[in-house]
């Protein structure tokens, strides 16, 4: 039976044209996905594996949550459920402290959307491991309001010498994961345009940080 996941892909600023194509990404990886926009599903959220491995915030964007939803969200991943941010989960929740931590970062701006290379800084990790050393892409390279490393593992990092517009400089995550209580938090800032979720490289790429997440891969 393959693993249950809610894909959340509700919006209250902007909108991301690429969150069907998501979805439908998702799907192909062989998950059984439930996704909503529904803020009660959310509300409904038991203890982790029942019955979801993960819960993917999918290109979310502004304030998505009731302080319900926010409560079953939090105790979900302390006890254990796995939590994905894909894309513009970083610019969710800003009135929500509680979910800058869990996510990393948050997002601050971006340049345009242009090609760029990432390097890759853990070669064993699952969302990064079939990458090449330096993996090129063409996404929004986001900036984001604070540098999490130290807080998070990094996994990736922009190369902003290969693109125009960077505003963090040399070091710059673009992909990290990290504990948060009992459960597992994997981020990508990738997937801005519905093209990146055809590419093969992508897909792998989310398909192992899901797999991470809900502790489905070592």
């Given at each position: 039976?393959?693993?249950?996941?809610?894909?959340?892909?509700?919006?209250?600023?902007?909108?991301?044209?690429?969150?069907?194509?998501?979805?439908?990404?998702?799907?192909?990886?062989?998950?059984?996905?439930?996704?909503?926009?529904?803020?009660?599903?959310?509300?409904?959220?038991?203890?982790?594996?029942?019955?979801?491995?993960?819960?993917?915030?999918?290109?979310?964007?502004?304030?998505?949550?009731?302080?319900?939803?926010?409560?079953?969200?939090?105790?979900?991943?302390?006890?254990?459920?796995?939590?994905?941010?894909?894309?513009?989960?970083?610019?969710?929740?800003?009135?929500?402290?509680?979910?800058?931590?869990?996510?990393?970062?948050?997002?601050?701006?971006?340049?345009?959307?242009?090609?760029?290379?990432?390097?890759?800084?853990?070669?064993?990790?699952?969302?990064?491991?079939?990458?090449?050393?330096?993996?090129?892409?063409?996404?929004?390279?986001?900036?984001?309001?604070?540098?999490?490393?130290?807080?998070?593992?990094?996994?990736?990092?922009?190369?902003?010498?290969?693109?125009?517009?960077?505003?963090?400089?040399?070091?710059?995550?673009l992909v990290w994961c990290r504990e948060q209580g009992a459960?597992?938090?994997?981020?990508?800032?990738?997937?801005?345009?519905?093209?990146?979720?055809?590419?093969?490289?992508?897909?792998?790429?989310?398909?192992?940080?899901?797999?991470?997440?809900?502790?489905?891969?070592?």
């Amino acid at each position: 039976m393959s693993a249950r996941i809610l894909v959340y892909t509700r919006t209250t600023a902007y909108r991301h044209d690429s969150i069907p194509a998501g979805v439908a990404a998702v799907r192909a990886l062989g998950f059984d996905v439930d996704a909503t926009e529904d803020p009660q599903a959310l509300e409904a959220l038991e203890g982790p594996l029942d019955p979801y491995a993960a819960v993917v915030f999918l290109s979310t964007s502004g304030e998505v949550l009731t302080d319900a939803g926010r409560a079953r969200l939090r105790s979900y991943v302390e006890e254990g459920g796995g939590f994905v941010g894909v894309h513009a989960a970083a610019c969710a929740e800003y009135d929500w402290p509680y979910y800058g931590e869990l996510l990393g970062a948050r997002f601050a701006r971006h340049p345009a959307h242009q090609p760029g290379k990432a390097v890759i800084e853990d070669r064993d990790h699952p969302a990064t491991r079939h990458l090449p050393a330096a993996w090129e892409f063409t996404d929004e390279w986001y900036d984001f309001r604070t540098n999490p490393r130290g807080a998070v593992h990094v996994l990736a990092r922009a190369d902003e010498s290969t693109y125009d517009g960077g505003g963090m400089g040399a070091d710059h995550p673009l992909v990290w994961c990290r504990e948060q209580g009992a459960g597992r938090v994997f981020y990508t800032a990738l997937g801005h345009a519905s093209e990146a979720y055809d590419d093969p490289d992508f897909r792998a790429h989310l398909l192992g940080g899901i797999n991470w997440a809900a502790r489905l891969a070592d």
